[in-house]
């Protein structure tokens, strides 16, 4: 099974993306928690967004009120609907898919990223 992220490409600052993030097969035993970014320099890998199992959701401070994540119960897809883009909103976005095991331990899926380049 791979996570796979689409979406991303370059948009001019104050413009929207919206990413989104599948499993290649469908199964139970994954389950999409959300986004993270690998940015060009400086702040590291760090969390966009996630969504907990009751739906309530987490944000990085620097995107809240800015991006917002949702899933589709339908199929388990994961969006990331991206508004009021700024340059430092630059980044590799990747998507992370869990599996738990033997009660709270856990293995951490990730695919291959998709790049979202905000232009000054």
């Known amino acids: 099974v791979q996570v796979v992220e689409s979406g991303g490409g370059l948009v001019q600052a104050g413009g929207s993306l919206r990413l989104s993030c599948a499993l290649s097969?469908?199964?139970?035993?994954?389950?999409?928690t959300g986004w993270y970014r690998q940015t060009p320099a400086g702040r590291g890998f760090e969390l966009v967004a996630t969504m907990n199992n009751d739906g309530t959701a987490n944000y990085g401070d620097s995107v809240k009120g800015r991006f917002t994540v949702s899933r589709d119960n339908a199929d388990g897809t994961v969006y990331l609907q991206m508004n009021n883009l700024k340059p430092e909103d630059t980044a590799r976005y990747y998507c992370?898919?869990?599996?738990?095991?033997?009660?709270?331990?856990?293995?951490?899926?990730w695919g291959q990223g998709t790049q979202v380049t905000v232009s000054s």
């Open positions: 097969e469908r199964t139970s035993d994954i389950y999409i």
């Open positions: 992370n898919g869990r599996q738990y095991y033997s009660g709270r331990n856990y293995f951490d899926y």
